[in-house]
Structures are given as structure tokens and as C-alpha cells.
């Protein structure tokens, strides 16, 4: 009876040893995660050598964007995706593919530039994406490609503040200068 109390006193022992001892290892981690967290945010609020490589990155980037703008834009989008022979289906499709592939290529940028700046470019994308759509959708089932962009056209003709193109790239070229 005795041999058995001691194996259990030895094994209750080594279990709490064993609980303390993950128990530390844990805390221990938890205390580094935390502080590999502070770190991080301190280095991306801190400028890196007085500023000039992360202002040159944020140049950068406000500059991809509003070549980005440009790119989505309807007409030079138009312009550059026309394939003769395309029902209007097809054409849709391959102008909202080109403008989310477009978008996607661009999409870390968003680091670099402020909340505001990334909000208006997503909304944008997302304007020509439902342009595209809603167009695409009033069209007869024959329609062709060609009836699409005519219509995508007709309708930014008629109605030019129908596109935000202008005012997102002016607020990305405003803030961007602000940054000169």
C-alpha cells in the first residue's frame, strides 16, 4: 500500500511539474508574441531613415493608382479590350475580368496609401463593375460586343459625373502632393 501512495504522490508531483513547466512556456511565448507586436508597430508608425524610403514608397504607390484609375476607366478600357465578334455576354465578362484583374494586380498598394485613398479606388472599381453589369443586363440576348461598349460609351457621354474617374484621381494626385 505504501510502494502504491508513493508512485501516486510521485506522479501527481510530475504532473504538476509538468503543467508548471508548459504552463511558463506558454506565458513565455504569449509575452513574446506580445512584444514582436509592439515592435512591429512601432517600426511601421516610425519612418525609415528620415522618411524618404517610405515617402517614396507611398509616391509610388499613389502613382500606381492613379494608373490604375486610368486603366479601369470604361472608354480606355473599351479601348483596349474590344475584340470584334463577341456576343455581349463575352464582352462583359472580359471587361469586369479585366477590371478586378486590373484592381487585384494593384492590391497591396492599399499598405502604402491612406484608408481614405484605398476606399475611393475600391468604390471606383466597384462603380464600372456594376456599370458594366447593369448595362450588360439591359442588353437583348443577340447583343453583341460592340452593342455593349456602344452603350457603356452612350451612357458616360450622356452622363459624364456618372464615372468617378476624375474625382478619384484628383484626391489621389491631391494626396500625393502632400506628401512632396
Known amino acids: 500500500m505504501e510502494i502504491s501512495s508513493t508512485l501516486f504522490i510521485v506522479a501527481i508531483v510530475f504532473a504538476l ?3 508548471g513547466i508548459l504552463a511558463w512556456l506558454f ?7 506580445k512584444e514582436a507586436e509592439k515592435k ?6 516610425q519612418p525609415v531613415a528620415d522618411g524618404l524610403p517610405s515617402r517614396q514608397l507611398q509616391l509610388q504607390a499613389y502613382e500606381r493608382l492613379i ?3 486610368d486603366r479601369i476607366a470604361l472608354p480606355n478600357l473599351i479601348q483596349r479590350a474590344n475584340q470584334p465578334g463577341l456576343s455581349a455576354r463575352e464582352m462583359q465578362s472580359l471587361l469586369t475580368l479585366s477590371i478586378r484583374q486590373e484592381f487585384e494586380h494593384n492590391i497591396t498598394q492599399q499598405l502604402y496609401v491612406s484608408p481614405e485613398a484605398w476606399d475611393a479606388v475600391r468604390n471606383y472599381k466597384d462603380q464600372n463593375l456594376l456599370i458594366v453589369n447593369q448595362v450588360g443586363s439591359f442588353l437583348p440576348e443577340g447583343a453583341g460586343g460592340s452593342d455593349l461598349n456602344r452603350q ?3 451612357l458616360l457621354m450622356q452622363n459624364p459625373k456618372a464615372s468617378l474617374q476624375s474625382v478619384v484621381s484628383e484626391a489621389l494626385s491631391y494626396e500625393a502632393k502632400k506628401l512632396l
Open 152 to 154: 457603356l460609351l452612350d
Open 17 to 19: 511539474l509538468l503543467a
Open 67 to 69: 494608373l490604375l484609375t
Open 40 to 45: 512591429f508597430a512601432a517600426d511601421r508608425q
Open 27 to 33: 506565458i513565455k511565448q504569449r509575452l513574446q508574441m
